[in-house]
């Protein structure tokens, strides 16, 4: 019985996931939810695609929400296949977590250039408005560039003091390797000098 739950609701979510995919690629930000029979409709998935990706992009966090569908199918698929959720729970909170970052971050962009927020979503565009009014620009960027950064060391076991480490270690051993070329260049060029000035030091007498 168990089973069977888990497969038909992996199947719901794949359905469900793949119907708010199309309606995303065939979403005009022009095109405003109505019930008007006059007005025509380009979404492929009608009305119901129409009012999905209005409220999905337009509304919350803009192109950022395809990463809605693209999880909703991996759950639908983790589901069906009866896999631990556990870990996929984890995933999904952080992507989502940078899901809202990405789409402050070009909301941001939209505040600086006086832009819309089609591509942002109003909920981007808000939050990018308002740390901007308390943060400005610099401390904004700041603040996105470490969150984005906690979010990312959160979820990966990598740490990003090894990796600096070895990042200044290969630039010191690179400027070592530099600086000892650097002299032996030196000294040969000075041996060049010395040996052309004793050939001309011959001449002379």
């Known amino acids: ?32 939810p109505t019930i008007d029979p006059t007005q025509s409709i380009n979404n492929i998935m009608g009305i119901l695609g129409v009012y999905i990706s209005h ?10 929400a395809y990463v809605l569908p693209i999880l909703g199918f991996v759950w639908g698929w983790w589901l069906f296949s009866r896999r631990k959720t556990k870990p996929l729970s984890r995933l999904t909170m952080y992507l989502l977590g940078l899901a809202f970052l990405t789409s402050t971050a070009i909301g941001l962009s939209a505040v600086l250039n006086s832009h819309n927020y089609d ?5 981007g565009g808000l939050l990018a408005n308002l740390f901007h009014s308390f943060l400005g620009t610099v401390g904004t960027a700041l603040f996105l560039i470490a969150a984005a950064l906690v979010l990312i060391r959160g979820y990966f076991s990598f740490s990003f003091y090894s990796l600096f480490k070895k ?8 400027l070592a390797k530099q ?18 000035n004793l050939f001309t030091q011959l001449k002379d007498t």
């Not at 409220?55 to 950022?64: D, F, N, V």
């Not at 990042?167 to 690179?174: A, D, N, V, Y």
């Open 119 to 123: 591509d942002c979503g109003l909920l």
């Open 167 to 174: 990042i200044g270690s290969f630039i010191s051993t690179f």
């Open 55 to 64: 409220y999905l992009i337009k509304m919350t966090i803009g192109w950022a």
């Open 1 to 32: 019985m168990k089973n069977r739950t888990y497969e038909i609701a992996g199947i719901l979510f794949a359905v469900v996931s793949v119907f708010v995919l199309l309606s995303f690629i065939s979403y005009k930000p022009y095109e405003e």
């Open 179 to 196: 600086k000892k070329q650097f002299d032996e260049n030196r000294k040969e060029k000075e041996k060049r000098d010395h040996t052309s």
